[in-house]
């Protein structure tokens, strides 16, 4: 397996999986640069915890090319926590993102399935989404077929 090099590191996320049940992970997530680590109990918290993180400093993470847009009402605010430190490996499988770039409202990049060791290109979050349903999906039926 290729090591990560420093200029990947700040755009690289840990994903540790320890449960995926009826389509909705949870476990947690780490941007490695800093290890600034959160937990996440469904799809939608990984990607917009995943993507705040990002927005947080943009003269270290890629960059947005677009902003997103989102209801004004009220003020904003982030139900996640950040102060959870991964084990590094989850319980039912652990990917690595390395994220390329941020357009057109949309992500493309790298994911690896560390256990294993397989690689899949990703053009969009929806196409990230798919690779990660599929690889965890084929994770559950060996579970359940055991």
């Known amino acids: 397996m290729r090591l990560i090099v420093r200029e990947e590191l700040n755009k690289t ?3 540790c999986v320890d449960s995926y049940d009826e389509h909705v992970p949870t476990g947690d997530a ?5 290890e600034d680590c959160f937990r996440f109990n469904s799809l939608s918290q990984l990607i917009i915890g995943i993507n705040n993180r990002f927005d947080l400093d943009n003269d270290i993470f ?3 090319f677009t902003h997103l847009k989102k209801f004004r009402v009220g003020s904003e605010q982030d139900g996640s926590s950040y102060t959870v430190r991964p084990r590094h490996k989850g319980r039912v499988a652990t990917f690595s993102i390395l994220l390329i ?3 057109n409202s949309s992500w493309q990049g790298q994911i690896t399935w560390l256990e294993k060791r397989k690689k899949e290109n990703f053009r969009s979050v929806l196409e990230l989404i798919m690779i990660l349903d599929s ?4 994770v559950n039926n060996l579970n359940t077929n055991s």
Not at 30 to 34: A, G, K, S, Y
Not at 135 to 138: D, E, I, N, P, V
């Open 13 to 15: 996320v840990l994903i």
């Open 30 to 34: 780490c941007i490695l640069f800093d």
């Open 62 to 64: 890629p960059q947005s």
């Open 101 to 103: 770039c941020r357009q």
């Open 135 to 138: 690889a965890l999906s084929t």
